[in-house]
């Protein structure tokens, strides 16, 4: 069942690609895709709903946000292992308020062994944000799909890379 899941997903994926906006190192999400609103599911934010632009000091009133963005699919377990390394980067710049961390965990309709909910439970209470979508995969595609992303404080793709590696994101975020 889970290798039928699996290959669902990629045959979703995709489609969906073949029909999305994917963006690359150097392109600034569009102001449509930045306004586009996805549920929190999980952690501690101010608002039921997250948008980029949010983040966008352009769009925001002038508050300015570095926003890493990891990416899951709950369907592989070995994401668990991931959530308190992704924590742990968490609060390294947790007293920056300009750098944000949302992690976008795609629980494929709740066919993955994780739900939005055990997910976060995974790590620290309250954090990261989370949102169920499989959107980000979509947009930040790179040779399968990168697990994290980095956007400059004007929603421009600075980096992204598979797997995390703690001095490229303090380099990056520097």
């Known amino acids: 069942m889970k290798l039928l899941n ?8 995709l489609t969906s690609f073949s029909l999305a906006q994917t963006y690359d190192v150097g392109d600034t ?3 449509e895709d930045q306004n586009m609103a996805f549920e929190v599911c999980y952690g501690d934010y101010p608002q039921d709903s997250l948008r980029l632009s949010d983040l966008n000091g352009n769009s925001n009133g002038g508050d ?23 924590d742990s980067l968490i609060n390294i710049w947790s007293d920056q308020s300009a750098v944000s961390f949302v ?11 994780y739900t939005c909910e055990t997910w976060g439970e995974l790590g620290e209470p309250g954090i990261p944000v989370l949102i169920d979508t499989d959107q980000f995969f979509l ?18 793709v600075a980096y992204k890379f ?5 001095d490229s994101v303090n380099t990056q975020i520097q």
């Open 162 to 166: 598979a797997e995390l590696d703690f």
């Open 29 to 31: 999400v569009s102001f």
């Open 64 to 86: 300015y946000h570095i926003t890493i963005i990891a990416m899951q699919v709950a369907l592989w377990p070995t994401w668990a292992f991931t959530a308190g390394l992704v």
């Open 139 to 156: 947009w930040f595609i790179l040779d399968g799909y990168p697990d994290f992303v980095i956007l400059d404080q004007n929603m421009v």
């Open 6 to 13: 699996h290959i669902s997903f990629t045959l979703l994926s």
């Open 103 to 113: 992690s976008s965990v795609y629980t494929m309709d709740g066919e993955g062994e």
